[in-house]
Antibody, heavy 117, light 110 residues
Framework: QVQLQESGPGLVNPSGTLSLTCAVSGGSINEGDWWSWVRQPPGKGLEWIGEIYRSGSTNYNPSLKTRVTISVDQSKNQFSLKLKSVTAADTAVYYC??????????WGQGTLVTVSS | EIVLTQSPDTLSLSPGERASLSCRTSQTVSSNHLAWYQQKPGQAPRLLIYDASNRATGIPDRFSGSGSGTDFSLTISRLEPEDFAVYYCQQYDSSPPLYTFGQGTKLEIK
């Protein structure tokens, strides 16, 4: 069971780019298969954003695909999320996750990102 | 896109009682790739069940999952105080790859 920790700015300007990093510890990112980002607006449900394989292959939620980029840095044992052209609707707690068997197994604690000027 | 509908929205029970939560999908879930999560306030979700009926590592055996096709359920055989939380179901679709969640069921103390 790996540990994951999200980091990044807690406040982003509207129309700007949200950037978060997930540090993986207790194991190598190369030992896992897929790594995901999930978000949760305050008081609402969960939305899967996308995933990345250790080799760099990605899959994105079609609803966010035009604005999302997920990347991996094997040398730093971390993966990252960029979401561009953000609006208030992108305000949420963002989680990084280690995928399990067709499920989302190990979760970071989450980080709240607020979109506001 | 497969839509997941959980029922009830809120379930009020007492410790020691049995809880049954439902998750219905708009289309058949491929290979029963249906998972359940528990989320407590201020915490990340915790994987309970994967592939409809397999308990995740460290999950007590009072939690069980069942179902297939479009109709799934999570049962908690005897509620402990720490079980009161929000529960989400989630399915995986491979074409294209997509994880989608139900809206959640809040299990509250009666």
């Amino acid at each position: 069971q790996v540990q994951l920790q999200e980091s990044g700015p807690g406040l982003v300007n509207p129309s700007g780019t949200l950037s978060l990093t997930c540090a993986v510890s207790g194991g190598s990112i190369n030992e896992g298969d897929w790594w995901s980002w999930v978000r949760q607006p305050p008081g609402k449900g969960l939305e899967w954003i996308g995933e990345i394989y250790r080799s760099g292959s990605t899959n994105y939620n079609p609803s966010l695909k035009t604005r999302v980029t997920i990347s991996v840095d094997q040398s730093k044992n971390q993966f990252s999320l960029k979401l561009k052209s953000v609006t208030a609707a992108d305000t949420a707690v963002y989680y990084c996750v280690a995928n399990g068997w067709y499920s989302l197994e190990d979760w970071g604690q989450g980080t709240l990102v607020t979109v506001s000027s | 896109e497969i839509v997941l509908t959980q029922s009830p929205d809120t379930l009020s029970l007492s410790p020691g009682e049995r809880a049954s939560l439902s998750c219905r999908t708009s289309q058949t879930v491929s290979s029963n790739h249906l998972a359940w999560y528990q989320q407590k306030p201020g915490q990340a979700p915790r994987l309970l069940i994967y592939d409809a009926s397999n308990r995740a590592t460290g999950i007590p055996d009072r939690f069980s999952g069942s179902g297939s096709g479009t109709d799934f359920s999570l049962t908690i055989s005897r509620l402990e105080p720490e079980d009161f939380a929000v529960y989400y179901c989630q399915q995986y679709d491979s074409s294209p790859p997509l994880y989608t969640f139900g809206q959640g069921t809040k299990l509250e103390i009666k």
